[in-house]
């Protein structure tokens, strides 16, 4: 695709750049590379330069932004970039803005968090999430890695699982980055109909149901009930997804509020027990001078006791830029990973959690070096 703007293509090229999003013609960006080192950039010189260059696009595309809430999306092969054109009905806006969803084919969880040994913990504890089935929600401040994450993640889903995504937006192109996968896209819109249709997915139940529901971010009361339905009503094997939220407490109250405003619970307390029975982990990311990272893996442990409060919180681990702290699963989690495990795979998990505790008390061995490589590596 052609963009007749050398700065756009210098950031496509650029690898530590995965977003580019642009409002409008004067809007300006930080850019780090060996062409331009810590400059500030501005990618027009005016709006009308702006409108023009967004005019190419479509016409490549042979597409028009003529329907007021139509949003054109379209795949660029040369950059391995997903380019999306929101028109200004939807903004609020008297411009169109066009987002720059770059995907790199190289292993994106090293590449982001691998910036130390510790940080082969994290990775570790949750690729066991994820191959036991745990409902898990990544979460942190916009620009913390959340998609990043999430796209990343999807390797540890077992081959033969269908991958059910639903996003307002499309940003994780699971079909782009996983070629080989069965996945599944739907597109949730403010249509009251594309949300029935969604959820009348999330109700269809196979007789050998292999889904794996993928949330691309929770942000609306709707996209809950996306998340938690098919918890509820054993329509998916589990639950993924991202949210914005800063806390464990802070997460649960907010999908909690969201079902108190659909009327699927009548109060505030039946709200956050269904939550907490639903969602079993909350995954915190943190973006620190510009380092991506970890900060904590937390496990949600419903409470059943009359008259205490709902759920407990229990961090799995604890991290900062050089340091990593852990406690572990509670011992209802780990028997949870086990069940959905093979013989095989029961070994295995046992093995890593070992080198996990080895590697967190500085015991540091070359068996331990040649199995952090191979983790990296998956």
């Known amino acids: 695709m052609k963009y007749n703007n050398e ?14 999003t642009i409002a409008s013609w004067n809007d300006c960006f930080a850019v780090h590379d060996d062409g331009m080192q810590g400059k500030v950039i501005g990618l027009f010189g005016s709006e009308n330069e702006y409108r023009e260059f967004i005019n190419n696009l479509l016409k490549q595309e042979k597409k028009n932004i003529k329907s007021l809430f139509q949003v054109n999306t379209f795949w660029d092969d040369e950059y391995n970039a997903k380019i999306v054109i929101v028109p200004p009905a939807i903004l609020a806006s008297n411009c169109p803005s066009v987002i720059f969803r770059t995907f790199h084919k190289e292993n994106i969880m090293k590449r982001e968090f691998a910036m130390n040994e510790n940080n082969v913990i994290p990775i570790t504890y949750i690729k066991w999430i994820i191959k036991g089935q745990c409902n898990s929600l990544i979460t942190g401040a916009q620009g ?10 999807i390797r540890f889903i077992p081959a033969e699982f269908t991958l059910r995504v639903q996003e307002s937006l499309p940003e994780l192109n699971l079909n782009q980055a996983y070629p080989y996968r069965n996945v599944v896209e739907i597109q949730n819109t403010v249509s009251e109909d594309t949300m029935e249709n969604a959820l009348a997915v999330n ?7 292999r889904n794996v529901n993928i949330i691309g971010e929770i942000g609306n ?6 998340f938690i339905q098919p918890i509820t009503t054993g329509t998916a094997l589990f639950s993924i997804g991202t949210h ?6 802070e997460l649960v109250c907010s999908l909690a509020n969201n079902l108190l405003e659909l009327e699927v619970c009548k109060t505030q307390k039946e709200a956050v027990e269904m939550v907490a029975d639903a969602v079993n982990i ?24 009359k008259g205490a409060e709902p759920f407990a919180e229990k961090d799995i681990l604890r991290c900062d830029a050089q340091n990593v702290f852990v406690t572990g699963f509670s011992d209802e989690m780990k028997s949870k990973i086990m069940s959905k495990l093979t013989k095989a795979e029961k070994e295995e998990f046992l093995h890593d959690i070992g080198m ?8 540091i061995s070359p068996e331990v070096n040649t199995w952090m490589e191979a983790v990296l590596a998956y």
């Open 221 to 226: 009361a709707t996209q809950t009930l996306y």
């Open 203 to 209: 109700k269809s139940k196979d007789k050998d149901n």
């Open 7 to 20: 700065k756009i293509t210098i950031m496509l090229q650029n690898n530590s750049i995965e977003s580019i």
């Open 356 to 363: 996990c505790d080895l590697i967190s008390q500085g015991k």
């Open 244 to 249: 914005h939220a800063r806390t464990t407490k």
């Open 144 to 153: 913390a890695g959340k998609t990043t994450t999430l796209r990343s993640i």
């Open 282 to 305: 909350d995954c915190h990311l943190i973006e620190v001078n510009g380092n991506r990272y970890i900060e904590r893996i937390t496990e949600i442990i419903p409470n059943k006791d």
